[in-house]
């Protein structure tokens, strides 16, 4: 009977020990829960955190200046607008985006390398007027010759271009004698003066035309004084008025330029 309670009261206490071990295995095992479960708050709250800044920073950021396609077409048409308002008449007018200027001297100041002036009187005009070529060449006979001509002239007290002239090829130089500017080509005539008004008018104009059958036309017109009441027509058979006037403007002096540097 001894014996027996003996083995009861060992078998209570290693059971009471075995208890109290897994209480202590237990308890021993929460605080790990515990930290688990702080570190993946830490982590979240990070994460918010970390939103709220690049949140705050796409607010801080200015926003971007952006044109709409309408406010494009207004600028694009208002440059062009300001390029309608300005017809360059000559090279200078081009390279300057000017078409007045102070004096003769100014002009010549602003002229390219290459180009070339020369003063010349007309009929129409006392004093002198300003020509100037884009470009010359050697005419072969001590001329710095050129095949084309702006000329300016005083004008509201300004210096404006009031008319250009061409010529068709280095055969035809630039010429001018006896106040009358000339110009032409093989098959072209063409002589200037000043109008009433001060501008570069036609004096002479006759045309030659050939026809399929090789039969040469003239037209044009003759004028005697810078005025627009005593046109004559050339005449349709006027070969010997064409050849006549052609002649006698190769004859005349050609205008030599001074090349600027």
Do not use: W
Request: hydrophobic share 35%; net charge negative.
């Amino acid at each position: 009977m001894k014996l027996r309670l003996l083995v009861l009261m060992t078998s209570a206490a290693l059971f009471a020990g075995c208890a109290g071990a897994g209480a202590a295995g237990s308890s021993s095992q929460a605080p790990a829960e515990s930290t688990s479960n702080e570190s993946e708050a830490v982590q979240e709250e990070t994460a918010e955190n970390a939103g709220e800044d690049v949140q705050t920073e796409e607010e801080a950021a200015p926003a971007e200046e952006t044109v709409s396609a309408d406010e494009t077409v207004s600028q694009d048409m208002a440059m062009g607008e300001e390029d309608m308002e300005f017809m360059p008449s000559d090279f200078l007018q081009e390279l300057t985006h000017r078409d007045e200027f102070e004096s003769y001297d100014e002009v010549i100041s602003l002229l390219p390398s290459g180009s070339g002036y020369a003063y010349i009187e007309l009929i129409g005009h006392e004093g002198e007027a300003l020509a100037i070529a884009e470009s010359t060449f050697d005419d072969l006979e001590g001329h710095n010759a050129a095949i084309d001509v702006a000329v300016y002239l005083e004008s509201d007290g300004k210096i404006k271009n009031v008319g250009n002239a061409f010529s068709m090829g280095t055969a035809y130089p630039i010429r001018c004698q006896d106040g009358i500017l000339y110009t032409g080509g093989n098959h072209e005539y063409d002589s200037y003066f000043f109008s009433e008004n001060g501008g570069l008018m036609q004096k002479d104009y006759i045309v030659q035309e050939f026809d399929e059958t090789g039969k040469a036309t003239y037209y044009g017109f003759l004028r005697d004084s810078n005025s627009y009441e005593n046109d004559k027509d050339v005449p349709e058979d006027g070969e010997d008025i064409f050849n006549e006037y052609v002649e006698a403007s190769l004859d005349k002096e050609v205008v030599n330029f001074t090349v600027v540097e």
